[in-house]
T-cell receptor
Framework: AQKVTQAQTEISVVEKEDVTLDCVYE???????LFWYKQPPSGELVFLIR??????QNEISGRYSWNFQKSTSSFNFTITASQVVDSAVYFC??????????????FGQGTILTVHP | DAGVIQSPRHEVTEMGQEVTLRCKPI?????LFWYRQTMMRGLELLIY????????DSGMPEDRFSAKMPNASFSTLKIQPSEPRDSAVYFC??????????????FGPGTRLTVL
């Protein structure tokens, strides 16, 4: 069975601070995909990144960066110089890479990030 | 380009009534997913379709829930009869659905269902 754990239920920071959201996953598959989604107060789910299990390179997109470490089964997300608009719930998710039911996403419980001005 | 479209955005109904939620996936996408989000259980996959065929409905809570995808551009999720515990936000998502690939899923805005 697949499982995603986001141990941080809530994080509160002041604007311009860096913040890291943790994600630990469990899977028996050798091929899998990891995702991060953002859910702002308006409620929609916004795709941020998709990563496959064979690509451990860190990725940076503007103020966002992701650190994938297979050795610790972690896929952490860092926001540099946080802004109030970053306030949202962030979900980490896991999907099989092939076989049956390959499209199913298993979500973590989410981390509520509040950025104060 | 239009994203995933869901209707209605909000639905308030009374226990025992039938509720139908609608979804139009992104054009050209072959996979469609229905999720439910609650405070207690988080985001749960209810059912997903590939090329209009249900692939996995193991997440459908019980026989009161049914989903159809009569064509590539439309899907419905029906609850009959509805119960207060069905109150949740229901999301529809679609992905290109390439065989054997775990594509990115793009989500609709959700339908907030309240059953009184």
């Amino acid at each position: 069975a697949q499982k995603v754990t986001q141990a941080q239920t809530e994080i509160s920071v002041v604007e311009k601070e860096d913040v890291t959201l943790d994600c630990v996953y469990e899977t028996r598959d050798t091929t899998y995909y990891l995702f991060w989604y953002k859910q702002p107060p308006s409620g929609e789910l916004v795709f941020l990144i998709r990563r496959n299990s064979f690509d451990e390179q860190n990725e940076i997109s503007g103020r966002y960066s992701w650190n994938f470490q297979k050795s610790t089964s972690s896929f952490n997300f860092t926001i540099t110089a946080s802004q109030v608009v970053d306030s949202a719930v962030y979900f980490c998710a896991l999907s099989k890479g092939g076989g049956t039911s390959y499209g199913k996403l298993t979500f973590g419980q989410g981390t509520i990030l509040t950025v104060h001005p | 380009d239009a994203g995933v479209i869901q209707s209605p955005r909000h639905e308030v109904t009374e226990m025992g009534q039938e509720v139908t939620l609608r979804c139009k996936p992104i054009s050209g996408h072959n996979s469609l997913f229905w999720y439910r989000q609650t405070m207690m259980r988080g985001l749960e996959l209810l059912i997903y379709f590939n090329n209009n065929v249900p692939i996995d409905d193991s997440g459908m809570p019980e026989d009161r829930f049914s989903a159809k995808m009569p064509n590539a551009s439309f899907s419905t999720l029906k609850i009959q009869p509805s119960e207060p515990r069905d109150s949740a936000v229901y999301f529809c998502a679609s992905s290109p659905g390439l065989a054997g690939a775990a594509d990115t899923q793009y989500f609709g805005p959700g339908t907030r269902l309240t059953v009184l």
